[in-house]
């Protein structure tokens, strides 16, 4: 686990072609910059998926909802976010849920998309 700040910790973990970017603490103005450039690397490297997990965030305020919004603009369809409690109440009062490509996380059966974010809308368009 690598310490982007004091409030903030973030670990990169791969498994086959799955990245894993665990994040812990707080995602504010003054640590959101280690996550972003952490998210930037992986998504530039070699692995399929990008899975940015925010279930142990206690704290997020707009700048990591910005350093969110542009990592799924760079890699739609690589980013996978698992939004946690506090992210997912910025994501729903903001009204940007929709955008972000969330997943639940299964444990050992994988992940699922999460009712609210568009990762739903992309399966349906696909099926058509």
């Known amino acids: 686990m ?7 910790q973030v670990a990169v973990e791969q498994t086959g072609s799955t990245i894993r970017i665990a994040a812990r603490g707080e995602v504010d103005i003054s640590t959101v910059e280690g996550l972003r450039e952490t998210i930037g690397m ?15 965030v206690t704290f997020i305020d707009s700048s990591g909802l ?11 369809e690589r980013l996978r976010v698992i ?12 009204g940007t849920a929709g955008r972000l490509p969330l997943v639940d996380n299964l444990g050992r059966d994988g992940l699922r998309p999460h009712p609210e974010g568009n990762l739903h809308a992309r399966e349906s368009r696909n099926a058509h």
């Open 83 to 94: 939004p946690g409690a506090a992210a997912l109440t910025l994501f729903m009062i903001s």
């Open 66 to 76: 910005h350093a969110l919004l542009d990592a799924a603009s760079q890699a739609p």
């Open 42 to 56: 992986q998504l530039g490297g070699d692995g399929e998926i990008v899975v940015v997990d925010l279930s142990d």
């Open 2 to 8: 690598s310490v982007v700040g004091r409030l903030l």
